[in-house]
């Protein structure tokens, strides 16, 4: 079971110069979310720990581009290594939430991903003031465009 989404639009920077501590906050997350989902113990000591969707053990000697590909987000970069696109590569909902709440203070300010679910339902995760705020649209039809039928 889980909650079906697909990406419709995105507007996504992160400066080169802001990529290795974005990296070091999704380690953070890996590390210190009181959420974590799975745990695998050894010998009664635990080795690897996970959020839904994620195996964290993959995460602490690699890129900022491959932690994302791990979150099942594909990132762009330009020739200068700034990340400016981002896709979402799986089928659904995970824990972006947490992902982007970790990103939010390296990503530039007005950036957004639009995203549609399987009940009809849009938003978008929005960066702003430092933060990730989930917002959801107004949507308006035009003038006559109702469904109402004159008789």
Known sequence: M????????T???IPAEYKANALQAIKYLAQNEPSM????????KKVETWLSWVDMAYLQDTTLYKAL???RWTPAEN???DIIDIRFDGEKLGDEALLFDALAPFVREGSYIEMHGEDETWWRWWFHNGGCHEVTPTILWGE?????QEA
Not at 37 to 44: L, Y
Not at 144 to 148: K, L
């Open 2 to 9: 889980g909650y079906y989404m697909s990406q419709w639009n």
């Open 11 to 13: 507007r996504f920077f």
């Open 37 to 44: 989902r799975g745990k695998r113990r050894q010998s009664g």
């Open 69 to 71: 590909e791990k979150w």
């Open 79 to 81: 020739e200068a290594g």
């Open 144 to 148: 006559g465009m109702d469904g109402e």
